[in-house]
Each structure stands twice: as structure tokens, then as C-alpha cells.
């Protein structure tokens, strides 16, 4: 079990990246987190630190003390400036279709990336990581926004939903038009996602359901 950090780590912990974890910090600083199980040490050249799930709850509590009490979706950047995915039925923020919010969804995608091969023992970027399982509604609209993939508005129109599930490691997702399902479906299965879809009983509506590949 982790343990809670000293104020002092804490402020490691807030300075880490958002996307990645990496740590910045004193040998000492880092070697406690990975003591209190809130960090890791890579093992390949040049031994970066980075938060592990239980150190980005913490830093994420940090940030959105209250958003970290809501369910899944969160979708906007939060109060604390950390991005997030559009996970579809939010309000956009200004100058979300513009090329900065572009240069930002790519930037993070990226940065997954490069999670996914510093935490993967072989250094795949095949398949989800760590972070991805225990945030699956963003990183599933990660996936999606990044490949160019509308969400939907606030009225409901056409564009992609995430949604949580009770399903462990299930994500839903929805998107009223046929074609632009089946695209979404692509491109979860390219970003290492197993994917079925799957029919409402009560609306009939199809609809999508994404569990992040373990192999």
C-alpha cells in the first residue's frame, strides 16, 4: 500500500509531468517515493522516476480536489490547468477547435506514447499502460480526439461519447452515426484496444464497447 508523502514530496509530485509522471528531484526526494510506492525507477538508461498510478491520484487529487470526487466523464482541462480529452457532451472551451487545442491533443498523445514505452518491461507502444487502465474514460477519448475524431456537443449531436461502464476495464462508446462508429472502433483497436460493438435492448442503439489490450 502506498504511503502519504511529506510536504516536500508532495511538491515533487505536483511539479511531475501530467501526462507522462516524470519526477524531477533530489536522489533522496525520488528514492522516498519509490519507498512510499508513488514512483518508480526505470530501469533502462537514464533511470528516469515516474509516479505510478497510486502517485498520480495523489497529484491529481492535488490539482482538482473536487473534480476527483466526480465519476468519469471528465472532459475539458480541469481547474488546475492539466489537460484532458474531450470525452463528448461537455461545453468546449474557447478555442478548442482551433490549432493550439490541436498542438495540445497531439502533444499529449505523444506523451502517452512515450509512457507506454518507458513503463512497458519490453517498451511497447502497442498496447495501454498502467495510467490508461486506471483512467479509462480519458484515455479512451485520448485515442479518439487525437486521431481527429469529433466529440459530441452539449445538444447531443453527431460526434463521439466515452462513457464508464460497470464492466471492469470497459469503456462505452457512442456515436449516432454507422460509418464514424465503425472509425472509432478502428481507431481504439489501433491504439491497442480490444473493441466489440454492441446494441442498446431499450434504444437499439449501437454503441461500442473498449477494453484496453493486455497482450
Not at 476495464?169 to 481507431?187: I, K, M, Q, S
Request: contains cysteine; glycine residues 10%; charged residues 25%.
Amino acid at each position: 500500500m502506498a504511503l502519504s508523502p511529506t510536504a516536500a514530496q508532495r511538491r515533487v509530485i505536483e511539479a511531475a509531468d501530467p501526462v507522462t509522471g516524470r519526477l524531477r528531484g533530489t536522489p533522496a526526494q525520488l528514492a522516498a517515493l519509490v519507498k512510499r510506492g508513488l514512483a518508480f525507477r526505470h530501469p533502462r538508461p537514464p533511470h528516469d522516476h515516474f509516479l505510478t498510478p497510486a502517485g498520480h491520484r495523489i497529484r491529481e487529487a492535488t490539482d482538482a480536489p473536487e473534480e476527483s470526487k466526480r465519476p468519469e466523464p471528465a472532459g475539458a482541462p480541469d481547474a488546475g490547468g492539466v489537460f484532458a480529452a474531450r470525452v463528448g457532451g461537455e461545453e468546449a472551451a474557447p478555442g478548442d477547435a482551433g490549432p493550439a487545442r490541436l498542438r495540445e491533443v497531439r502533444g499529449a498523445w505523444q506523451g502517452l506514447l512515450e509512457l507506454r514505452r518507458m513503463t512497458h518491461p519490453d517498451g511497447s507502444t502497442e498496447r495501454p499502460c498502467a495510467w490508461e487502465r486506471s483512467h479509462l474514460v480519458r484515455a479512451a477519448a485520448l485515442a479518439l480526439e487525437a486521431a481527429g475524431h469529433r466529440p459530441a456537443g452539449p445538444d447531443g449531436d453527431a460526434g463521439y461519447r466515452v462513457r464508464a461502464t460497470p464492466q471492469p476495464e470497459a469503456v462505452a462508446v457512442y456515436e449516432p452515426d454507422g460509418a464514424a462508429l465503425r472509425d472509432c472502433a478502428a481507431t481504439l483497436e489501433r491504439a491497442g484496444w480490444q473493441v466489440g460493438e454492441h446494441t442498446e435492448p431499450r434504444t437499439r442503439a449501437r454503441y461500442l464497447l473498449a477494453s484496453p489490450r493486455k497482450v
